[in-house]
């Protein structure tokens, strides 16, 4: 049943019915666009400031953040198969729990997103013109923006072959790397330096690389069959990047160790240069701006689509609803979400976007957990376990991100509740 403008149910029929997304997207387009969001937004920005918290601690990290992943992927994957549309958590949120619980997500999901995609933005700048990197990152913003408003079709096309290119490169440095003759392995153990802490922070900064999985819930209304392939794109989705994730992740502890990599500008690329291979920190460095090309281009791509979702409801202004009659994408809000990003990658710090953009992924994150706990099926006290599992994760790594983090996305998730409390006001009956 389709929610009524204020918020309570009621169907909405006739001229009222707001226009559809267009399925298209099987599988393997699914699984590529999860992929394109986590290989471009971990392996080049969220190492460092991981191994900055956790410093030799970062695999136990690595390990806690994708285990808190998982129980959001199955959370995740199962709201995605019951209500397929546009929106993720917060659809998912607005139908088990309620409007405000929906409001709080797709506010949190806007936020924390917008800020990941001007990190991705910035890494684009970063690696490839670090001079200027921010008139690259609004750049690169502008160009993704173009690409999402010609068709979610195209643009699965392009991120498809942004994850073949990355996973090769990937590949080539894992395997350099590894069999160079810097590699030590006692620099995968935990040394002094290893805290409880620091292993909790350094999860939480993680799982920012980690929720590209949302891109594939939040794409549900253009899936085809999504009751049979979104409960299977998500975790494979997940486990090819956790293995992506490992591997390059030891490699480039064994060569730099937690302090070296903690420092690092580029890690892996510094990395690279160890290994001694003749082209591969150029092939690295290339990789990285294709990657995070790629993110950005989903990361555009699932946000704008929350923004739909949440205009069509009237918790953000209707006129973002429309959905282009050639393209049939929603190119308002498309455009909305691509203008504030830029605004932010002009602006803002890589490290800071990484901060804030993980505590709003993960407040998103436990409230789809916490609608997740109302489903019931075959399996449903085990799947329950899970979920609560995946509430208690999320706000446990929410509350051990750095202050600053901490603070700031309290302050933004606040004026979302503030703006709901508004709302409902001014739509009381009188």
Not at 2 to 31: I, K, W
Not at 127 to 153: I, K, L, S
Not at 211 to 232: C, F, K, N, Q, S
Request: net charge positive; glycine share 12%.
């Amino acid at each position: 049943m389709d929610r009524a403008p204020d918020g309570g149910a009621g169907p909405l029929s006739g001229r009222d019915t707001p226009p559809r997304l267009r399925r298209r997207l099987g599988l393997f387009d699914a699984v590529v666009v999860g992929l394109g969001a986590m290989l471009g937004a971990g392996v080049f920005a969220a190492l460092a400031p991981a191994a900055r918290a956790a410093g030799s601690g970062l695999l136990s990290g690595l390990a806690l953040a994708a285990a808190v992943a998982y129980c959001n992927a199955t959370s995740s994957a199962r709201l995605a198969a019951v209500h397929p549309a546009s929106g993720g958590a917060y659809v998912y949120g607005r139908e088990r729990l309620g409007p405000f619980w929906g409001h709080l997500a797709g506010w949190a999901f806007v936020s924390g997103k917008t800020a990941s995609c001007a990190a991705m933005a910035l890494t684009v700048g970063s690696y490839a013109w670090p001079a200027h990197a921010h008139a690259v990152a609004v750049a690169a913003v502008v160009a993704a923006t173009a690409v999402n408003h010609t068709g979610v079709r195209k643009s699965a096309w392009f991120t498809r072959a942004v994850v073949a290119l990355v996973l090769a490169v990937l590949a080539a440095l894992a395997t350099a790397v590894l069999t160079s003759e810097g590699v030590r392995a006692q620099r995968l153990a935990p040394g002094p330096d290893f805290t409880v802490t620091g292993t909790l922070q350094a999860a939480g900064l993680l799982f920012f690389a980690f929720a590209g999985y949302a891109r594939i819930a939040t794409l549900g209304e253009e899936v085809r069959d999504p009751a049979r392939v979104l409960p299977r794109a998500v975790p494979l989705a997940l486990g090819i990047t956790l293995a992506v994730y490992a591997a390059v992740a030891v490699a480039a502890l064994s060569v730099l160790g937690g302090e070296g990599l903690a420092h690092a500008a580029a890690p892996l690329t510094q990395a690279a240069r160890t290994a001694g291979v003749a082209g591969l920190e150029q092939a690295v460095r290339a990789g990285a701006v294709v990657a995070a090309l790629g993110a950005l281009l989903t990361l555009l791509l699932g946000v704008s689509r929350t923004v739909l979702a949440m205009a069509r409801d009237r918790h953000l202004p209707h006129a973002l609803a429309a959905v282009h009659p050639r393209f049939r994408v929603p190119h308002r809000a498309g455009l909305a979400v691509g203008a504030v990003v830029a605004v932010a990658a002009a602006t803002a710090d890589v490290r800071g976007a990484i901060g804030f953009s993980s505590f709003g992924v993960l407040v998103y994150y436990a409230i789809a957990n916490a609608a997740a706990w109302t489903l019931t099926s075959a399996g449903a006290a085990y799947r329950r376990v899970l979920a609560g599992c995946g509430v208690a994760g999320c706000l446990a790594l929410a509350f051990a991100l750095p202050g600053s983090s901490l603070l700031s996305g309290a302050a933004v998730l606040a004026a979302g509740a503030a703006v709901f409390a508004v709302r409902r006001l001014r739509h009381r009956p009188t």
